[in-house]
């Protein structure tokens, strides 16, 4: 596969796991270069035939504008495939873009990543890979996995004569897309970082992004500085949110007010006015288990100190979600029993249906194990999804006890509300920003309550519409 010394020829890519990061950064690779075969495969036969659909709207993951590079690229040079053994034998860049979640239970419980997942791929990869073959790991991992990987790719395999005919070089590309706004982070990085040791595979992988990449943008490293960074990227994230949610709370308190106070301090350049809106608790899959890993491996170097500041970016997290199920119950005078609470948003954050640790699940079931009975609406998570993270909550039964409230789910806003003592705002969708509260006050039950957890209800319209009002960090 040599293309000449510098770099390597890459015609077929393949990308095990057709997940939220290997499904859309593999459909824009495909899209930017032509010449290349992408081929995206997984275990999960049943996310591969909606990947499959002709239906672009039945896609398994809601971003925009992925549907219009759906439909240019697949099957001319992107494909989904539960083939895994296949792909990985015909390709000469293989990307591991496997979930690699918690583990949650044995050594390291609670904190530590499960490798398990990605540690199948890079056996089948050394079971099947012919020629040379490029490993690529996407997926957010702990330092020093590519050591793991490495050392399984050289270990022995059945056929021992087609191992003296192949070699691998491993490299480390962590992504940053956040979803919601996929399609344009990959399109227009703010960097793309790789790491690694074989300058003649990195060359080969920054030649594909250079395809839509400025050079510029493109940042190599060591192995463990691009291992390492995506961790931190992500800690140093979900640090701000920590910080400016304990600053919500000081708001109210103190008679100051959250928005003003972002503003304040995020015009400072140093500062910068990013990832500096307060809300009920950041979620989504991997803030709380990047940090959490972060912990485990600060642990592991003996960092104890280092490792509980980390830490109390969770726990902060953690206290913030419970903060505002606690508000929402002291309002209604400390009981909701049989109650009707309107939940306005159960994604993480707007424009996706990623319910991943999003606060939603948390203040939910806290409101439900108090017996409420919620009405919830999302314009784009599913009934069986929450079902799925509300677990032991289904109304399957009409005579639930009133102790642990039911909960139904409602597509109309408008329906939604309708006999309410409570709406709460949960995900900042923008279909929720222009609501008709003059309108809605009408069909509320009095004393009604309207909580705004994003800060983007016109809290001057709801008051003057007859409403309570509680806004977060909104200490006026
Ligand atoms: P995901 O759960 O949506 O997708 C992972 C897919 O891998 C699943 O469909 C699963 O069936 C498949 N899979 C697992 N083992 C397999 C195997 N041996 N063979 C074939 N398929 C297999 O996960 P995701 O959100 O795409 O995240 C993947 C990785 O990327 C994680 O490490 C995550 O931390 C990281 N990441 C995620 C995001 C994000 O926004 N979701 C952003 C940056 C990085
Ligand atoms: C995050 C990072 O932003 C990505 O760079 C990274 O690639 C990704 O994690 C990952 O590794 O999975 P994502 O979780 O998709 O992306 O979404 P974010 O926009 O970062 O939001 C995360 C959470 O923080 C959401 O619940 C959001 O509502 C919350 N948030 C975000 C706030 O509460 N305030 C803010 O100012 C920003």
């Excluded at 996310?47 to 439909?71: A, F, H, M, T």
């Excluded at 490798?115 to 050394?126: D, F, G, K, M, P």
Aim: contains cysteine; neutral net charge.
């Amino acid at each position: 596969m040599t293309k000449n010394n510098f770099s390597y020829d890459i015609k077929n890519i393949c990308c095990i796991g057709a997940g939220y990061v290997g499904g859309p950064s593999m459909a824009v690779i495909a899209d930017k270069c032509p010449d290349i075969n992408v081929i995206v495969v997984d275990t999960n036969q049943e996310r591969i035939s909606q990947w499959n659909k002709n239906n672009l709207d039945e896609l398994p993951i809601y971003e925009r504008g992925l549907d219009e590079i759906v439909k240019r690229v697949r099957n001319k040079n992107l494909f989904f495939s539960s083939d895994v053994e296949g792909a990985i034998r015909n390709a000469d860049m293989i990307f591991i873009s496997v979930n690699t979640p918690i583990k949650t239970k044995g050594i390291g419980a609670g904190q530590a990543s499960n490798l398990h997942w990605v540690e199948v791929c890079a056996r089948q990869i050394n079971e099947l890979a012919e020629e040379h073959t490029i490993v690529v790991e996407k997926s957010t991992l702990p330092v020093r996995t590519a050591q793991t990987i490495k050392n399984i790719l050289s270990s022995n395999i059945s056929n021992s004569e087609k191992k003296q005919h192949r070699s691998f070089s491993i490299l480390s590309n962590p992504e940053f897309l956040s979803e919601g706004n996929a399609i344009d982070d990959l399109e227009n990085p703010d960097r793309v970082l790789i790491g690694g040791d074989d300058l003649k595979a990195i060359k080969t992988l920054k030649n594909i992004y250079e395809s839509w990449v400025p050079t510029k943008k493109i940042i190599c490293t060591n192995l463990w500085s691009s291992e390492l960074s995506k961790l931190v990227s992500n800690a140093f994230l979900a640090q701000r949110i920590s910080s400016i949610n304990t600053v919500s709370a000081i708001c109210e308190a103190s008679g100051a007010q959250i928005n003003e106070v972002s503003k304040a301090i995020g015009s400072d350049s140093r500062i910068g006015k990013k990832f500096l809106n307060a809300g009920p608790g950041f979620g989504g899959s991997c803030f709380k288990k990047d940090i959490l890993n972060l912990v485990y491996l600060c642990k592991h170097f003996g960092l104890y100190e280092v490792a509980e500041f980390w830490e109390q970016v969770v726990k902060i997290n953690n206290w913030q979600q419970n903060r505002i199920f606690q508000i929402i119950f002291n309002k209604l005078f400390g009981n909701v029993i049989g109650k009707k609470i309107t939940i306005l948003g159960f994604s993480f954050k707007s424009n996706t249906n990623d319910t991943r640790e999003s606060p939603a699940i948390e203040i939910c079931r806290n409101l439900l194990f108090e017996g409420a009975n919620l009405t919830i609406n999302d314009p784009k998570v599913s009934k069986k999804q929450i079902s799925k993270d509300l677990l032991n909550y289904e109304p399957s039964n009409k005579n639930t006890i009133p102790e642990f409230g039911c909960w139904t789910y409602e597509q109309s806003i408008i329906k939604s509300i309708q006999g309410s003592d409570a709406v709460v705002v949960l995900t900042e969708w923008e279909e929720y920003k222009n609501l008709n509260w003059q309108k809605i006050s009408l069909n509320m039950r009095k004393p009604a309550w309207v909580f705004d957890t994003r800060l983007i209800i016109n809290k001057e319209e709801v008051i003057s519409s007859g409403l309570n009002f509680w806004g977060l960090g909104d200490g006026t």
